[in-house]
């Protein structure tokens, strides 16, 4: 089996400053370099995801903004792949399925952001493909979310929608435990 790193959405916006800041996105950046070292050292492909917000009166990722810029940190190199979304399913309307297979990959290393939207859709839809999935979920993060008149704090809407990908959606675990 040959895979990728796919890295989703680890953007600007979602940093300190950022216009949709989450909980957590700098532990979970450098697990993301982790696991980025790894691959470039191993010369195994790296794809990079960067969602570009065209939905009316979306208020984060948006066009020609600082915000929409792929971290620094994880600057893609020339011979990565950049697949450009506008949607949480990083399928959806892009090549990333023609890319996969003219690559021959049949297993992703997924991390990014949000756990409990694009990452979560993203996942999901591997299983449409055939594609075996490894989730690494300290290299993920998300932010509060309300419901009912209730907020549902991060961490928990995080260890929710990792526990519902463990299984027959992923391979759930910790970046250590895949690099080691």
Known sequence: MKKALLIIDVQNDYFEGGKSELYNSYKALMNIEKVLKLFRESGLPVIHVQHINTR???TFF????AGVLIHKNLTPLEHETLIVKHAPNSFLNTNLSSVLQEKG???LVI???MSHMCVDTT???CMDFGLKVTLLEDACA???LIYNKQTIPAETVHNVFMASLDGLFARVIKTDVFIN
Do not use: V
Request: with cysteine.
């Open 111 to 113: 991390c990014g952001m």
């Open 142 to 144: 998300t932010k509060d």
């Open 123 to 125: 996942t999901r839809a």
């Open 105 to 107: 990959i049949s297993e």
């Open 56 to 58: 009316s009166g979306a």
């Open 62 to 65: 948006l066009p020609d903004t």
